[in-house]
Nanobody, 127 residues
């Protein structure tokens, strides 16, 4: 059974940083896509970033490009999202997800492309 456990959220001031972690079990990282998504109250779930485990290529939403970095530690079956220069609009519940087939490039940040989801971790950026 695939399980994803996200952690690392919290309250941070504008301009601050957080690192989210997503530990996967029942799953081995190999030729899949792992994504981070977020959902603010009343909003649709938004793709933030994803990584292709076959070659390590990464993808980012324009809203976070240059501020967020996705990475993996395959030995620990863990994916990270380093978030810097946080803004109030980054406030949301953040979810990690895995796609068991590599999505088409145009679909890599679409929630519908992912099969397994973690429980979410709250990130709040105060101004």
């Amino acid at each position: 059974e695939v399980q994803l456990q996200a952690s690392g959220g919290g309250l941070v001031q504008v301009g601050g940083s957080l690192r989210l972690s997503c530990a996967a079990s029942g799953f081995t990282f190999d030729d899949y896509a792992i994504g981070w998504f977020r959902q603010a109250p009343g909003m649709e779930r938004e793709g933030v970033s994803c990584i292709d485990t076959s070659d390590g290529s990464t993808f980012y939403a324009n809203s976070v490009k240059g501020r967020f970095t996705i990475s993996t530690d395959n030995a620990k079956n863990t994916v990270y999202l380093q978030m810097n220069s946080l803004k109030p609009e980054d406030t949301a519940v953040y979810y990690c997800a895995i796609s068991d087939v590599l999505p088409h490039p145009v679909k890599r940040l679409r929630a519908t492309s992912y099969d397994y989801w973690g429980q979410g971790t709250q990130v709040t950026v105060s101004s």
